[in-house]
Nanobody, 126 residues
Framework: QVQLIESGGGLVQAGGSLRLSCTAS????????MGWFRQAPGKEREFVAV????????RYEDSVKGRFTISRDNAKNTLYLQINSLKPEDTAVYYC???????????????????WGQGTQVTVSS
C-alpha cells in the first residue's frame, strides 16, 4: 500500500495559480498510474487529470484542458498539478490517487484507484 499526502492548496483570486503536490511513500511510486480528482461542496468527486507511470501519457477533464498540467518526478516520489487561470468553479478539495493497475483503462473512474490522499482545499474567490 502507498501513502499519499497532498499539499499546496489555498485561497487565491480568480485568474491566479497554484501548484499542488502529492508525495508518496510506502511503495515504489513509479509503479503507479496517478490521478488527480476533485470534489466541490455538494457534488460528487470527479476526475481531473491522469498521468502514466512513465509520464509520457496525460489526459484531462475537458473544463481544465489548457489550464491544468499534471506531471510527476519519480525520483522524488512526487506528483504535481499546476493550476493556472483559476476560476471560482475550480473551488474544491483536490485529491491524488494511485490507479490499481498499470494500464490506462477506465482512468476517469474513481473505482479504478486504490489509494487516496486526504485532500488539499483550493478556494478561488471572484
Amino acid at each position: 500500500q502507498v501513502q499519499l499526502i497532498e499539499s499546496g492548496g489555498g485561497l487565491v483570486q480568480a485568474g491566479g495559480s497554484l501548484r499542488l503536490s502529492c508525495t508518496a511513500s510506502g511503495r515504489t511510486f513509479s509503479d503507479y498510474v496517478m490521478g488527480w480528482f476533485r470534489q466541490a461542496p455538494g457534488k460528487e468527486r470527479e476526475f481531473v487529470a491522469v498521468i502514466s507511470w512513465t509520464g509520457d501519457f496525460t489526459r484531462y477533464e475537458d473544463s481544465v484542458k489548457g489550464r491544468f498540467t499534471i506531471s510527476r518526478d519519480n525520483a522524488k516520489n512526487t506528483l504535481y498539478l499546476q493550476i493556472n487561470s483559476l476560476k471560482p468553479e475550480d473551488t474544491a478539495v483536490y485529491y491524488c490517487a494511485t490507479k490499481t493497475s498499470k494500464n490506462l483503462v477506465s482512468y476517469t473512474a474513481i473505482s479504478a484507484y486504490g489509494s487516496w490522499g486526504q485532500g488539499t482545499q483550493v478556494t478561488v474567490s471572484s
